[in-house]
């Protein structure tokens, strides 16, 4: 498929549609940029896959967007942050684009586990590849040292969101076993980090059947502030990126099964174009 005119957008990447709830987030507070997410449908999950392969396939979606024009790209999706954002950041972008910026969802929320948890024991929630990268446990040394981290991996909550089960007895069951199992590792925990761009879909839910004592930190909430603070702390990148509050959509699978889908995700309809990445 051909590629369309440069725009200057803000590029938003995830291996399917949880980053969905991330870009959502960010529109709603940034609202006058321009925007492109780029969903990989095709070869979702990334979960697991190798670390060569999601590097492979992150370094493609982001190669696509720069294409495109976008100056800064959001990688919503933990797995390609974990296994990915670093590499490309250190290796890929000084000599091929030393101009453009890179940014992850890991990062922002450790951060913001310091800022909440009184206790310094904190929970993680997510996938089993991202669990496996111990991605949030390193990032947890370096930035906040003093915290305690429990990881579970949920490895059904992902596939109940994408079948549009986010209410009823099947979505409860699954919620209450996985904090049994985390409260059974520790029981001083006080935050839980959802650690899956797919789990805020599902917060009500999870509040309702955790103690009211524990904090949920959404990524959905943390990363659009995090993205405005980026901004306003260079001001070379943000006067780069286009303005018109136009959104484009882009997925390597089926438009149907991505519109379809996406709804869930943002709530409104959405009309897509699919492109091909890679061999």
Not at 5 to 34: C, H, Q, W
Not at 174 to 195: E, H, M, N, P, S
């Amino acid at each position: 498929m051909s590629k369309p005119s440069e725009s200057r957008a803000i590029g938003v990447f995830d291996s399917g549609f949880g980053g969905l709830t991330i870009f959502k987030k960010i529109r709603e507070r940034l609202p006058g940029y321009d925007y492109i997410y780029l969903g990989d449908n095709a070869r979702t999950p990334y979960g697991n896959r190798s670390f060569e392969a999601v590097l492979k396939f992150t370094t493609e979606c982001v190669e696509y967007l720069f294409s495109l024009g976008c100056p800064l790209i959001i990688i919503a999706c933990n797995t390609a942050s974990a296994k990915a954002l670093r590499n490309i950041q250190q290796l890929y972008l000084p000599g091929a684009y030393p101009d453009r910026r890179v940014l992850g969802v890991i990062r922002p929320t450790v951060e913001s586990a310091e800022r909440y948890t009184r206790n310094h024991s904190v929970a993680l929630w997510a996938t089993h590849g991202t669990v496996q990268s111990q991605s949030f446990k390193i990032e947890l040394s370096k930035h906040a040292p003093r915290v305690r981290l429990v990881q579970q991996a949920c490895p059904l909550l992902v596939p109940l969101v994408e079948a549009g089960e986010l209410e009823g007895q099947g979505l409860d069951y699954f919620v209450a076993k996985y904090w049994q199992l985390t409260a059974a590792r520790a029981k001083d925990i006080d935050t839980l980090l959802l650690g899956c761009t797919h789990y805020p879909l599902l917060l009500p839910r999870i509040r309702a059947l955790i103690p009211s004592g524990v904090t949920i930190c959404a990524q959905d909430e943390i990363v659009a502030p995090s993205l405005a603070d980026y901004l306003g702390r260079h001001p070379e990148m943000e006067t780069r990126i286009s303005r018109g509050g136009r959104l484009r959509f882009l997925t390597t699978d089926s438009c149907d099964h991505f519109d379809r889908l996406a709804e869930i995700f943002m709530g409104q309809a959405i009309s897509s174009e699919r492109v091909e990445l890679g061999d």
